[in-house]
């Protein structure tokens, strides 16, 4: 059995079907762990908003100054480890339209990897409420549902946070659109700390980041499509 022994447990059973059975172990973990609360720790409380990463004043500047060149991130651009990351990625679009797709928040229902469910609930002015369920490999399939508070700066910059979740104890990040030669950086930072047994993080850390990875392509597929 070797290493799988060791992983499984040494279950003769398991071996045979590894990949279903550490899918229902993951998955059995995460349920008999939702009582403690699957917690996202993201920063300030619900009451309040974090300081935009990097400052207001880094919000404001245009050129992408200190950010590797287009053509370096034609691919998705992730740093970070243990849940909290930063993603970039340059698309060849201009500001209005990366800004467009990037807020068409129920049109990403289905489209995006995690966002099965999404539905716009309040808006006033810059601020609103939007309900999402997510289901995903990083969420061990199990759909968690959330509403987020949001405020928008277009064409530059939206935040959010959650106001209340499922197996959620806080949510909170920020969307950066930065002008450059020839197009936009998209840029996501997003911190998260699941609540999970320490066995498990390894293996979902690799399937968030993953999800991150991918979430950015398809964004820049739709901001180029017409």
Request: hydrophobic share 45%; net charge positive; glycine share 12%.
């Amino acid at each position: 059995m070797g290493r799988r022994s060791k992983v499984m447990g040494g279950s003769a059973a398991l071996g045979k079907q590894p990949v279903r059975a550490c899918q229902w172990l993951l998955i059995q973990c995460l349920i008999l762990g939702a009582g403690m609360g699957l917690g996202w720790g993201l920063g300030p409380g619900p009451g309040a908003w974090a300081k935009p990463p990097g400052g207001s004043k880094a919000l404001a500047q245009d050129g992408g100054a200190g950010l590797p060149g287009p053509v370096a991130m034609a691919e998705p651009l992730l740093t970070g480890s243990k849940g909290h990351y930063t993603a970039r990625l340059f698309v060849p679009v201009n500001e209005a339209r990366a800004w467009a797709v990037l807020t068409n928040y129920e049109a990403m229902a289905g489209l995006m990897p995690d966002i099965k469910q999404a539905k716009v609930l309040s808006r006033r002015g810059s601020q609103l409420e939007l309900a999402q369920t997510y289901q995903a490999a990083s969420t061990f399939g199990l759909p968690i549902k959330v509403v987020l508070a949001l405020e928008e700066r277009a064409p530059r910059w939206m935040r959010y946070r959650m106001l209340r979740g499922e197996r959620i104890l806080s949510l909170q990040g920020q969307w950066t659109l930065t002008r450059v030669r020839g197009g936009v950086i998209v840029q996501h930072q997003i911190a998260l700390e699941p609540d999970l047994p320490a066995f498990l993080r390894p293996t979902y850390d690799d399937l968030n980041e993953a999800n991150l990875r991918q979430s950015m392509l398809v964004l820049r597929r739709l901001m180029l499509a017409r």
